[in-house]
């Protein structure tokens, strides 16, 4: 449980820090992100999630 609670905060610290350095940024990222067809939307939070499953294994396998 301490381990979610972890990976949670780490998340919101994250992106805090993309609000407070680059707001117009996150704007116009979003902006793109709407211009975007949803297939291409999906398929890129699928590849994130992927991303994102690897990295966890590989802390994993490390000892985290």
Do not use: D, F, K, N
């Not at 972890?6 to 609000?19: F, T």
């Not at 940024?25 to 067809?37: C, F, G, I, Y």
């Amino acid at each position: 449980m301490a381990e979610i609670i972890l990976a949670l905060g780490l998340v919101l610290v994250v992106e805090g820090l993309v609000y407070v350095l680059a707001p117009s940024l996150v704007e116009r990222l979003l902006e793109m992100q709407r211009a975007l067809p949803e297939e291409q939307r999906r398929t890129a939070g699928m590849a994130a999630l992927a991303l994102g499953l690897a990295l966890i294994w590989l802390a994993h396998q490390l000892g985290a």
